[in-house]
């Protein structure tokens, strides 16, 4: 068996194209123009080029882009003041800080000053907890991202067994609350797990979310399981600098039914997916219907 392989660019395209036509159609029918800002407090280069790309998309959708870059010893004080500024900003339909911030700032209580119908990173507690509870919330980019390509390929998940290897507040949790959403049977993996590769064997989708390059091998994938590879991991191999997963793909790809590519799997729907949610909280800030095909 040779999988198929799950394409998170062109994806992406996709989601983005759907998000364009319908910002288009709000802009027409409503007069509203979707707002998304984004904040960068410091000067991290990774931080850098991905608030560069997500202004650019923002703007390529034909959403507002609002860039706020704050020196890297700005006061928590004046970080919360720009954060409630936007919160009552009627423009601005989504917030997104960037993380990590300068160690000086709780991200904790940065986070969660963010009004929560804006909080299209989907990190505030009350969305943590409306997502845990079953209610409609702002889901993370990323999790949603796998959902949407998981839905494209099988359609209904309903009754299957998944794995989540990795526990982290912004990929592991959310997406075990998401796949039970969607009537998984769920199981969360992590460091700690017993019979790792047994409980790994058992799954019919394996989502990989622990940020160790090339950890799951393919021994570990049942035949024709669906693999979600969540991990992105920089590695030295024959002299040059590449891009690895969690999972070992060449030798998983030979078992799966289908697997993401690192790079071009999981990484271009983040992006995609926090325009879809600025799109989102635009339309439920507005008392308009929600986007189909783009929330969980």
């Not at 790309?53 to 890297?72: F, P, R």
Request: hydrophobic letters at 40%.
């Amino acid at each position: 068996m040779v999988a198929q392989v799950i394409d998170g660019k062109a994806f992406a395209a996709k989601v983005r194209a759907q998000v364009a036509d319908q910002v288009a159609k709000l802009k027409e029918e409503n007069g509203i123009t979707p707002g998304l800002a984004v904040v960068l407090v410091g000067e991290d280069p990774a931080s850098q080029v991905y608030v560069r790309s997500k202004g650019k998309q923002t703007v390529e959708v034909g959403m507002n882009s609002y860039e706020h870059k704050l020196d890297a010893d700005t006061s928590e004080d004046d970080l919360l003041a720009l954060i409630d500024k936007l919160n009552n900003d009627p423009a601005v339909h989504g917030i997104l800080v960037q993380l990590p911030l300068p160690k000086h700032l709780n991200e904790d209580l940065v986070i969660n000053s963010i009004d929560p119908a804006k909080d299209v990173d989907g990190f505030h507690i009350s969305n943590v907890g409306l997502l845990g509870t079953g209610q409609k919330s702002m889901v993370p980019c990323t999790p949603l991202g796998c959902l949407m390509m998981l839905r494209d390929y099988h359609g209904s998940l309903s009754g299957m067994d998944a794995v989540v290897i990795g526990r982290s507040n912004i990929v592991g949790k959310p997406m075990a609350q998401l796949l039970l959403g969607d009537s998984c049977t769920v199981t969360i993996a992590h460091s700690r797990t017993k019979d790792l590769p047994d409980v790994v064997r058992r799954a019919d989708i394996v989502v990989a979310a622990v940020g160790r390059p090339e950890m799951v091998p393919g021994d570990w994938i049942k035949e024709g399981a669906t693999v979600i590879d969540v991990g992105i991991n920089r590695i030295e191999r024959d002299g040059k600098n590449k891009l690895v997963g969690d999972v070992d793909y060449a030798s998983a790809a030979e078992r799966a039914g289908a697997i993401t590519p690192v790079p071009g799997g999981v990484g271009p729907m983040t992006i995609a997916c926090l325009l879809a949610n600025t799109l989102t909280a635009c339309c439920r800030s507005n008392g308009l219907p929600e986007p189909e095909g783009l929330t969980a």
